[in-house]
T-cell receptor, first 117, second 111 residues
Framework: GAVVSQHPSWVICKSGTSVKIECRSL??????MFWYRQFPKQSLMLMAT?????????EQGVEKDKFLINHASLTLSTLTVTSAHPEDSSFYIC?????????????FGPGTRLTVT | DAKTTQPNSMESNEEEPVHLPCNHS???????IHWYRQLPSQGPEYVIH???SNVNNRMASLAIAEDRKSSTLILHRATLRDAAVYYC????????????FGAGTRLTVKP
């Protein structure tokens, strides 16, 4: 149990376009979802935290108008990278916790690799 | 947030035990010690966590120093599939539950 999926697993887009990444909790209700970004050979960097039905809380230095996060249901959160540029190319990973799951564990998705050309 | 310090990389031979250290000298009384690992091109996965006492599960063991300023993740018999980046994270259980990742230790397992 406690599976988190992401779609797509990889995407290539042109500079200036927008890309939407989906994060789904398949077998539990995700009350809180997190979005991370990871550049090659680096660690995960927390971008934002979202609670179902509320506005996301962004980490310092993360542009909320560029990285739009929606957590409209207990099983789905989306991250939209607007007007993507090559420097946005990265590995985007979501994770989730739920009120009906063990409180200490965060469940991570498999990640989405974004390449902006 | 209290920070952790881990070696950048470690090597192990297959089927031998591996001890991955983590220093967290500024740990507070409410910080739990969590370990996650990330296999290549995948999201992190939970390994183990503890507060004060040593912990064992099917994946690993966690040895916590008496003063809690350091801990060691123990893989009893490393396999090639254990090659990953291992992250030691201090985390206060709460409503937010966000995890802050440090640089981690890249474990290489040699056949």
């Amino acid at each position: 149990g406690a599976v988190v999926s992401q779609h797509p697993s990889w995407v290539i887009c042109k500079s200036g376009t927008s890309v939407k990444i989906e994060c789904r909790s398949l077998d539990f209700q995700a009350t809180t979802m997190f979005w991370y970004r990871q550049f090659p050979k680096q660690s995960l960097m927390l971008m934002a935290t979202s609670n179902e039905g509320s506005k996301a809380t962004y980490e310092q230095g993360v542009e909320k108008d560029k990285f739009l996060i929606n957590h409209a249901s207990l099983t789905l959160s989306t991250l939209t990278v607007t007007s993507a540029h090559p420097e946005d190319s990265s590995f985007y990973i979501c994770s989730a916790t739920g009120s009906d799951r063990v409180s200490y564990e965060q469940y991570f998705g498999p990640g989405t690799r974004l390449t902006v050309t | 947030d209290a920070k952790t310090t881990q070696p950048n990389s470690m090597e192990s031979n297959e089927e031998e035990p591996v001890h991955l250290p983590c220093n967290h000298s500024t740990i507070s009384g409410t910080d739990y010690i969590h370990w996650y690992r990330q296999l290549p091109s995948q999201g992190p996965e939970y390994v183990i966590h503890g507060l004060t006492s040593n912990v064992n599960n099917r994946m690993a063991s966690l040895a916590i120093a008496e003063d809690r300023k350091s801990s060691t993740l123990i893989l009893h018999r490393a396999t090639l599939r254990d090659a990953a980046v291992y992250y030691c994270i201090l985390h206060v259980m709460g409503n937010n539950n966000d995890m802050r990742f440090g640089a981690g230790t890249r474990l290489t397992v040699k056949p």
